[in-house]
């Protein structure tokens, strides 16, 4: 049954034509029955949906395709940001999630995880993650689980539009945590539960400061209070001056507990953008608990596609939605809110985070949130973050029904044959995390380049009043070749390098999905990554010129390229081979002899097991199931045979 899991899965994989699928293994997001595409009606898990977008035209008129990019030298750049770590990009993990992103226990980690942290930490030092979402507010951390488990949900009494289980938890989650960090340097942050402000549950702190030290960098009071109203967990009147009220209850109940010994590691206010940042300052929240607060942090999303999964909301059209994503004004309009709040937290000597954001609430959109668009837009948005003083930006994991994820690992019981998806945002990643480096000193400036054009935005990167990287974005979508753009990048003040060196953010369409590519490496398709990228590193020199100092940087349309202006910066973003991580446990002791998919999709094993897992009538797969399987049978034996012939002739030799 296992040969036949794993075929009928590649059948159905991918569909073509006007068809809808159905079957046992088909998930459904909560609350719909199908997502259109321009081609098919999509039953399955929205991280695998096969939706392609079409993209764009080009803009008319086109953006001009060679342009100067003079950069400042000697202390003498302007306007740049603070200095920012290079482990600003970060992720945020929905704690209902966590076994299956992070492992099973401290015994049992995903090894892709492992090997996507690592590629990061090689990169930047560490690595920033939140385990929280909605689903902390009824996370519950108790000593044991009957069944032995470390989390446990109860899918039956849900809450919230996005239908969140409330959840038990063990140590062994905390556990689990502090394990990869010692692997990979993985900075943690937590939440305490806030729906109950007469009876805060400290556990998770408590076990959080125990176990994990100086790996938790702080502790979130409050979700999204702005929504809780909304949701049903506030009346109507609950206002900005509520909120700040009860989170004074938190900071009296952390430090009245003998078992939390670090009582300023609070971060708040955590607002969606329902409420206006300055709403929170006028109350007094940042001044009078700024003893207690760790960091200052809002939550946003550029729209949601909350209707398509849960039926609330706006009717929102992917195809409709994608040109708003491809232009410098998104990332410009999502930071822009937010200025003030930043330099207030300046003159507070807090960081500012957005602890939570992504392409779009509710899970994203088909064929945008998943498609190298989504690649692009997460580069200038993380950038224009860092621009805008922001100190760090975690970009959102959920489930299998979301489209936005960095990176999914397939359901459990496709994990024996099925490995990880690694989305577009993760390679917004790595591209973030070379761009700012390991000095901790990067500071960002937004060049307006090309006359400010929206289609074409740029960054230059400084360390200690020195130009050191440039990144630059073209998110036009042109084929032929004719909306490539040239970069000629002059130093203001000082000499001109004898040459550059340039990675890319590649491939072929703003709508392609997966297969992109990162300095010629890849993570492959859906259920294809053990989370090390494959493929040789291409690093491309640029010879310049030196006699009309300038160096002259092509950037494809669509594409990213991020210029390294000397080798001390190439060397310090990506030092070498990153340290990755084998599978020394495995899920799955018995029947684990296999057998050549090819082998098994030319074999006349193959005529019942399509019908088994699927068709286009809705529960004609249990007739199939049987009919196929019967027929599957004297064919499959003769497969197996063949292969446990094979075996034993190998064994002989």
């Given at each position: 049954?296992?040969?036949?899991?794993?075929?009928?899965?590649?059948?159905?994989?991918?569909?073509?034509?006007?068809?809808?699928?159905?079957?046992?293994?088909?998930?459904?997001?909560?609350?719909?029955?199908?997502?259109?595409?321009?081609?098919?009606?999509?039953?399955?898990?929205?991280?695998?949906?096969?939706?392609?977008?079409?993209?764009?035209?080009?803009?008319?008129?086109?953006?001009?395709?060679?342009?100067?990019?003079?950069?400042?030298?000697?202390?003498?750049?302007?306007?740049?940001?603070?200095?920012?770590?290079?482990?600003?990009?970060?992720?945020?993990?929905?704690?209902?999630?966590?076994?299956?992103?992070?492992?099973?226990?401290?015994?049992?980690?995903?090894?892709?995880?492992?090997?996507?942290?690592?590629?990061?930490?090689?990169?930047?030092?560490?690595?920033?993650?939140?385990?929280?979402?909605?689903?902390?507010?009824?996370?519950?951390?108790?000593?044991?689980?009957?069944?032995?488990?470390?989390?446990?949900?109860?899918?039956?009494?849900?809450?919230?539009?996005?239908?969140?289980?409330?959840?038990?938890?063990?140590?062994?989650i905390i556990k689990m945590m502090a394990s990869i960090s010692a692997l990979t340097n993985v900075r943690w942050y937590l939440g305490i539960p806030f729906y109950d402000t007469q009876n805060f549950q400290l556990q998770i702190a408590e076990v959080g400061e125990a176990i994990l030290g100086d790996y938790?960098?702080?502790?979130?009071?409050?979700?999204?209070?702005?929504?809780?109203?909304?949701?049903?967990?506030?009346?109507?009147?609950?206002?900005?001056?509520?909120?700040?009220?009860?989170?004074?209850?938190?900071?009296?109940?952390?430090?009245?507990?003998?078992?939390?010994?670090?009582?300023?590691?609070?971060?708040?206010?955590?607002?969606?953008?329902?409420?206006?940042p300055e709403q929170i300052w006028d109350t007094g929240f940042a001044t009078d608990y700024s003893k207690s607060l760790i960091t200052l942090a809002v939550e946003h999303y550029p729209t949601d596609n909350c209707y398509a999964q849960y039926g609330t909301g706006t009717p929102r059209n992917a195809q409709?939605?994608?040109?708003?994503?491809?232009?410098?004004?998104?990332?410009?309009?999502?930071?822009?809110?937010?200025?003030?709040?930043?330099?207030?937290?300046?003159?507070?000597?807090?960081?500012?985070?957005?602890?939570?954001?992504?392409?779009?609430?509710?899970?994203?959109?088909?064929?945008?949130?998943?498609?190298?668009?989504?690649?692009?837009?997460?580069?200038?948005?993380?950038?224009?973050?860092?621009?805008?003083?922001?100190?760090?930006?975690?970009?959102?994991?959920?489930?299998?029904?979301?489209?936005?994820?960095?990176?999914?690992?397939?359901?459990?019981?496709?994990?024996?044959?099925?490995?990880?998806?690694?989305?577009?945002?993760?390679?917004?990643?790595?591209?973030?995390?070379?761009?700012?480096?390991?000095?901790?000193?990067?500071?960002?400036?937004?060049?307006?380049?090309?006359?400010?054009?929206?289609?074409?935005?740029?960054?230059?990167?400084?360390?200690?009043?020195?130009?050191?990287?440039?990144?630059?974005?073209?998110?036009?979508?042109?084929?032929?070749?004719?909306?490539?753009?040239?970069?000629?990048?002059?130093?203001?003040?000082?000499?001109?390098?004898?040459?550059?060196?340039?990675?890319?953010?590649?491939?072929?369409?703003?709508?392609?999905?997966?297969?992109?590519?990162?300095?010629?490496?890849t993570f492959g398709d859906a259920f294809t990554s053990d989370g090390r990228p494959a493929g040789n590193v291409d690093v491309q020199t640029v010879t310049c010129d030196e006699a009309n100092g300038v160096c002259n940087v092509k950037v494809p349309a669509p594409g990213a390229a991020l210029v390294f202006?000397?080798?001390?910066?190439?060397?310090?973003?990506?030092?070498?081979?990153?340290?990755?991580?084998?599978?020394?446990?495995?899920?799955?002791?018995?029947?684990?002899?296999?057998?050549?998919?090819?082998?098994?999709?030319?074999?006349?094993?193959?005529?019942?097991?399509?019908?088994?897992?699927?068709?286009?009538?809705?529960?004609?797969?249990?007739?199939?199931?049987?009919?196929?399987?019967?027929?599957?049978?004297?064919?499959?034996?003769?497969?197996?045979?063949?292969?446990?012939?094979?075996?034993?002739?190998?064994?002989?030799?």
């Amino acid at each position: 049954m296992r040969l036949l899991l794993v075929h009928s899965l590649s059948v159905f994989g991918i569909v073509h034509g006007a068809v809808t699928v159905y079957g046992p293994h088909v998930q459904q997001p909560f609350g719909s029955q199908t997502v259109t595409a321009a081609s098919a009606s999509y039953t399955g898990a929205a991280t695998y949906d096969q939706t392609v977008l079409t993209p764009p035209p080009i803009p008319n008129p086109p953006p001009p395709t060679s342009f100067g990019v003079q950069l400042q030298t000697g202390g003498a750049a302007t306007g740049l940001s603070i200095p920012q770590s290079g482990a600003f990009f970060g992720f945020s993990i929905e704690f209902s999630v966590v076994i299956q992103v992070l492992g099973l226990n401290s015994s049992f980690m995903q090894v892709p995880f492992l090997n996507l942290m690592a590629n990061l930490r090689e990169r930047t030092g560490s690595v920033q993650v939140r385990l929280g979402g909605n689903s902390q507010e009824t996370a519950t951390l108790v000593d044991s689980i009957p069944d032995g488990k470390s989390m446990e949900k109860d899918t039956v009494n849900t809450s919230n539009p996005t239908g969140t289980p409330p959840l038990l938890f063990t140590p062994e989650i905390i556990k689990m945590m502090a394990s990869i960090s010692a692997l990979t340097n993985v900075r943690w942050y937590l939440g305490i539960p806030f729906y109950d402000t007469q009876n805060f549950q400290l556990q998770i702190a408590e076990v959080g400061e125990a176990i994990l030290g100086d790996y938790l960098i702080g502790l979130q009071g409050g979700n999204e209070p702005d929504l809780y109203s909304k949701h049903g967990h506030r009346p109507n009147t609950y206002s900005p001056q509520d909120y700040t009220n009860e989170f004074g209850l938190l900071v009296d109940a952390v430090n009245a507990d003998p078992s939390l010994p670090d009582k300023d590691v609070l971060i708040g206010p955590n607002l969606s953008g329902t409420w206006q940042p300055e709403q929170i300052w006028d109350t007094g929240f940042a001044t009078d608990y700024s003893k207690s607060l760790i960091t200052l942090a809002v939550e946003h999303y550029p729209t949601d596609n909350c209707y398509a999964q849960y039926g609330t909301g706006t009717p929102r059209n992917a195809q409709d939605m994608f040109p708003t994503y491809l232009t410098h004004k998104s990332g410009q309009n999502l930071v822009s809110p937010y200025i003030n709040s930043t330099s207030y937290a300046q003159s507070l000597g807090k960081p500012f985070v957005m602890f939570e954001t992504n392409t779009a609430s509710c899970g994203g959109f088909p064929g945008l949130s998943d498609s190298f668009g989504a690649a692009l837009w997460g580069v200038d948005y993380a950038l224009q973050m860092a621009y805008a003083n922001f100190t760090g930006a975690l970009f959102h994991v959920g489930g299998q029904s979301d489209y936005y994820n960095p990176f999914t690992p397939p359901v459990t019981n496709q994990s024996t044959f099925n490995q990880w998806t690694i989305g577009p945002i993760y390679y917004s990643a790595l591209f973030v995390a070379e761009a700012l480096g390991s000095s901790n000193r990067s500071q960002v400036l937004d060049l307006g380049m090309n006359g400010g054009n929206e289609f074409t935005p740029g960054y230059a990167i400084y360390e200690n009043g020195e130009p050191t990287r440039v990144a630059l974005i073209n998110f036009v979508s042109d084929p032929t070749g004719a909306s490539d753009y040239t970069a000629s990048i002059s130093f203001a003040g000082g000499s001109t390098p004898a040459q550059v060196q340039v990675k890319y953010l590649s491939a072929s369409s703003v709508a392609q999905k997966w297969n992109f590519t990162w300095a010629g490496q890849t993570f492959g398709d859906a259920f294809t990554s053990d989370g090390r990228p494959a493929g040789n590193v291409d690093v491309q020199t640029v010879t310049c010129d030196e006699a009309n100092g300038v160096c002259n940087v092509k950037v494809p349309a669509p594409g990213a390229a991020l210029v390294f202006l000397s080798d001390q910066a190439l060397e310090e973003s990506d030092p070498g081979p990153t340290m990755t991580f084998p599978t020394t446990a495995y899920t799955k002791l018995h029947n684990t002899a296999t057998v050549d998919p090819s082998v098994l999709a030319t074999s006349n094993g193959n005529m019942g097991t399509a019908d088994w897992l699927a068709g286009t009538s809705l529960g004609s797969f249990e007739n199939g199931a049987r009919s196929g399987f019967a027929r599957a049978i004297p064919s499959l034996g003769a497969v197996i045979a063949g292969a446990l012939l094979v075996v034993r002739m190998a064994y002989a030799g």
